[in-house]
């Protein structure tokens, strides 16, 4: 019989750490700058894990070796209990996707919104044209948006709309594990609020795991089931969200 220690987790992170080389100065040696500096937690099935901190504190370099777009200096990252560095690059975008603060910058301006959110599938999978044509209706209309917006160039559409394309683009490989970086942080209110609630409908839906970073605590409260809390590339606090808000374990919490 099967237990739960026996299930890997979604994610691992064991030891994590990033070190940059940055100038200190003409003629003077270049100084070590831990971005990350040993960062160790896990992402269940499901579960939504905040990642909150000011800015420069390394949220999005740690998002970054999450999904394999830096390497980390020293440590381990796991997918389902097999290690990142063992895993191709084509069956990591199958199981980790991500999507970015500003919807704008991250879209293609020069795309029509159909090529933007093919592209993985093209890139990634074998699919035919007719299939990937199928699977992109499917993720813009899960989205909420209709389908004659396909033709449309990410300019013809508001804020609002231009993130629920980067989150069609996300899913169109079927991902497991989404990581957002500040998803929301370059919308109005409104478009905030559609947006996280559209989150909430598409985890429950395809049963996804989240890592929500944001420096917005009123949104990371209403998101997420676990909070790491980042201070200068270190973790000082991992807690449950209700217990956080209630009752803060560190000072700079």
């Known amino acids: 019989m099967q237990t739960d220690r026996d299930v890997p987790f979604k994610l691992e992170a064991i030891g994590i750490e990033k070190a940059f080389q940055i100038s200190?100065?003409?003629?003077?040696?270049?100084?070590?700058?831990?971005?990350?500096?040993?960062?160790?937690?896990?992402?269940?099935?499901?579960?939504t894990i905040g990642v909150v901190g000011e800015s420069g504190c390394g949220k999005s370099t740690l998002a970054?070796?999450?999904?394999?777009?830096?390497?980390a200096s020293a440590g381990e990252v796991k997918l389902n209990g097999r290690s990142l560095l063992a895993i191709p690059r084509r069956e990591i975008a199958?199981?980790?996707q991500p999507v970015f603060q500003d919807p704008f910058s991250s879209l293609n301006p020069r795309k029509t919104i159909h090529s933007i959110i093919a592209l993985p599938l093209k890139v990634s999978t074998d699919l035919s044209r007719q299939e990937q044509n199928k699977r992109v209706e499917e993720m813009l209309l899960l989205v909420g948006l209709p389908l004659h917006f396909l033709q449309r160039l990410p300019h013809q559409l508001s804020g609002g709309q231009r993130q629920r394309v980067a989150i069609a683009r996300a899913l169109v490989l079927m991902p497991e594990i989404v990581?957002?970086?500040?998803?929301?942080?370059?919308?109005?209110?409104?478009?905030?609020?559609?947006?996280?609630?559209?989150?909430?409908?598409?985890?429950?839906?395809?049963?996804?795991?989240?890592?929500?970073?944001?420096?917005?605590?009123?949104?990371?409260?209403?998101?997420?089931?676990?909070?790491?809390?980042f201070y200068l590339g270190k973790i000082v606090e991992i807690t449950d969200c209700q217990e956080l808000f209630s009752n803060p374990g560190h000072p700079y919490t």
């Open 94 to 96: 199958s199981l980790i």
């Open 24 to 47: 200190s100065g003409f003629m003077k040696p270049k100084k070590i700058l831990h971005a990350v500096n040993g960062a160790s937690f896990h992402l269940n099935a499901g579960e």
């Open 64 to 71: 970054d070796i999450l999904l394999g777009l830096e390497q």
């Open 179 to 229: 990581v957002l970086d500040e998803p929301t942080s370059a919308l109005d209110v409104s478009a905030q609020a559609q947006i996280l609630n559209l989150l909430k409908d598409l985890q429950e839906k395809l049963n996804l795991s989240y890592i929500f970073i944001s420096h917005d605590l009123s949104v990371i409260e209403y998101m997420v089931d676990r909070i790491i809390v």
